[in-house]
């Protein structure tokens, strides 16, 4: 046991990744993190996706140092701010006009539940409407509101409440895939009696993260949005776990060539792993009262700082190109993992750096949860039963540091599913 008898004593019961990961950790670097015994980590989690830019980032971590060390200011609630001026303009000028988007920015409290809890309280407002619409196996965050738009039960359960003014929609595939979703809501919606109403918005993720990485196909996605214009409600794409360039592309939903009404940011929009949480809305249904919706936290300059430092990664494609290489790289691992094991035992999921294992048997991704642990591998799980081993590593990872990720990944499913170990320089070549 590495840990401390005084955290069980001491922390609620409801932490929850320490139960299945008894290492205390000290430092982290780019895609390793080291435990205070030395011990070293590949690091596939990052944060729960925080940390697309790798546990202190050396060009994140030089400006933050700088701004700190010149006493900038920390907290501006939503006072001006030199910092938060420079990130303004500078993710109009790298992000938004090269895509030919138009937004304004507004910023929540820091964390991804108030951007979305922001989002539909806009939605409510702007339309008139009261009920929005979210899919089945989404994940929106754990507040009464994201909560109602969530999907998963255990999380519902926990909010004590009715969580009402939410209808449930099938997502993409839910159905199998040979039944498109699509023409269900479309009917539900176009069909007297259905009791079905015009919703103020509605909510999706386009890669479900939490849901177990299902993703959306771009034609479903266009006759969502199609939908969203017949009906006057607003389209709201939650890319706070799909989104900064976790997929491939900035916006998760680039390569389907829609344009959202809002989008949620959270997440490694700072960068660096600092609580921030950016709403973008299009200036017609930006209808906000002054201070309607607020929150302490708005102003945290330090995440301007190096989510402004982050947006120089997308200055040019190259970044986005190494993503491509690097999805490339496992997806084919995978597959030759699921080559090795019994026909029906796991497929592949996912797309970009968000890909995953989903089993048959629920049960086995949490074993290799554990696998991974001892191989010296972080890892979580995702899926209404857990049933997906999910990757998220750093998109700046190396090369070496990501192949030996994948080498500890298949001495695990070795261990667990008895599948055949690859030499090293067979996943090397991969690369």
């Not at 799909?242 to 390569?255: H, L, W, Y």
């Amino acid at each position: 046991m590495n840990t401390s008898t005084s955290i069980y004593q001491l922390e609620s019961n409801v932490r929850s990744y320490c139960r299945d990961c008894d290492v205390v950790f000290a430092t982290g670097r780019g895609a390793t993190l080291t435990d205070v015994h030395g011990l070293s980590y590949v690091d596939f989690f990052a944060g729960a996706g925080s940390l697309n830019y790798g546990h202190n980032n050396p060009h994140l971590k030089k400006q933050l140092l700088a701004y700190i060390e010149q006493d900038g200011v920390t907290n501006t609630l939503d006072f001006h701010s030199d910092a938060k001026t420079r990130f303004i303009e500078r993710f109009e000028q790298v992000i938004l006009k090269p895509r030919g988007l138009h937004y304004k920015l507004q910023f929540t409290g820091p964390t991804g539940t108030n951007a979305v809890e922001a989002a539909l309280k806009l939605a409510r407002k702007a339309t008139g409407r009261s009920t929005v619409a979210a899919f089945t196996h989404a994940f929106h965050g754990v507040s009464l509101g994201a909560l109602a738009a969530t999907a998963n039960a255990d999380k519902r359960g926990a909010g004590g409440v009715e969580l009402s003014n939410v209808v449930r929609l099938p997502y993409d595939g839910f159905f199998g895939p040979d039944i498109d979703s699509a023409d269900i809501i479309a009917t539900l919606y176009s069909t007297a009696g259905s009791g079905y109403e015009k919703p103020a918005a509605i909510i999706l993720e386009t890669v479900q993260g939490e849901g177990g990485l299902n993703c959306a196909s771009t034609h479903w996605l266009k006759r969502i949005e199609q939908l969203c214009k017949d009906l006057g409600a607003l389209l709201i794409i939650d890319d706070i776990q799909a989104g900064c360039g976790r997929t491939g592309s900035f916006f998760s939903f680039e390569p389907a060539g829609i344009s959202p009404d809002i989008v949620c940011l959270s997440k490694s929009i700072s960068g660096y792993g600092l609580p921030m949480s950016l709403v973008l809305i299009k200036p017609e249904h930006d209808c906000w009262a002054p201070g309607e919706h607020n929150g302490t936290f708005r102003g945290s300059n330090p995440a301007f700082v190096t989510a402004c430092a982050a947006l120089d990664y997308w200055q040019d494609t190259r970044l986005q190109d190494t993503i491509g290489v690097y999805s490339r790289l496992i997806r084919t691992a995978l597959e030759t993992l699921v080559a090795q094991t019994s026909p029906g035992t796991a497929q592949v999921v996912g797309r970009g750096l968000f890909m995953g294992l989903k089993f048959s048997d629920p049960d086995t991704a949490s074993r290799l949860v554990s696998a991974c642990l001892e191989q010296g591998l972080l890892v979580e799980t995702c899926g209404p039963q857990s049933e997906v081993l999910k990757l998220m590593p750093p998109l700046t990872i190396d090369a070496h540091t990501l192949t030996l990720g994948l080498e500890k990944l298949q001495q695990a499913c070795l261990n667990v599913l008895c599948v055949p170990t690859p030499t090293a320089t067979a996943l090397r070549g991969i690369a």
